[in-house]
Structure formats: structure tokens, C-alpha cells
């Protein structure tokens, strides 16, 4: 694990490495419908950074983390941002055509 200077992202990754997470249902389901493995969902928290933060959402304040699996794999995770443990949400391979590249959006769906 790297320390990038951002501390929210650091955050994040410190809490991966430590455990101090939790996985929702969604996130299991789509792990399995994906095939991705938790080795892979911490390889991603590891690499990744935030492409959007959503603060305000109605749920609670949420980001979108993009990395990558040691394969190389890109991966997209929906993580909470406001309890003391991170919640990972969900998680997805960003493709067309919602994603041109893992990181740039493309057509809404």
C-alpha cells in the first residue's frame, strides 16, 4: 500500500489492509455474477483512486473508486464515506458504453 498525499483515499486503503470493512449483499451478488474475487475488490482499493465523490447522496455520502486488480483487471467500487467502517457498496467492470475507458464516461444508461 501507498500513501498518495490524499488522505481520503489513504483512508480508504488503510481500512481495506486492516479489515475494517464490510461487503453489502449487492456487492456479493455482483462479485459473483462478475466473477471477483475479494482479492481482487483489495487489489483495486490498493491501486485506486476517487473519480466522483457524491456527499449528498440519499442514501449517505458515497465515492466511486477506480482501480485495478494485480491481472490488470479495472475494476469500479461504490464505497461509503461517512461511518468509521468502509462499506463497499458495489462493484463493476466499467464498460462501454457507459465507460469509453475505465476512467471517462461514456453514454448514460
Same mark, same amino acid.
Given at each position: ?40 475488490? #483489495? ?5 485506486? %483512486? !476517487?473519480? &466522483?465523490?457524491? /456527499? ?26 461517512? #461511518? ?5 457498496? %458495489? !462493484?463493476? &467492470?466499467?464498460? /462501454? ?13
Amino acid at each position: 500500500m501507498t500513501e498518495t498525499g490524499d488522505p481520503f483515499i489513504d483512508q480508504l486503503r488503510r481500512q481495506a489492509s486492516d479489515g475494517a470493512f464490510r461487503l453489502t449483499l449487492h456487492m456479493h451478488q455482483e462479485m459473483v455474477e462478475e466473477a471477483i474475487s475479494l482479492d481482487d475488490v #483489495l487489489d483495486a482499493v490498493a491501486s485506486g %483512486t !476517487v473519480l &466522483e465523490d457524491y /456527499p449528498d447522496h440519499r442514501r449517505g455520502g458515497c465515492c466511486l473508486v477506480a482501480g485495478v486488480t494485480r491481472a490488470g483487471r479495472p475494476l469500479h467500487l461504490i464505497c461509503s464515506t461517512t #461511518l468509521p467502517v468502509l462499506v463497499m457498496i %458495489t !462493484v463493476y &467492470e466499467p464498460k /462501454p458504453p457507459k465507460w469509453l475507458t475505465p476512467t471517462k464516461r461514456g453514454q448514460p444508461t
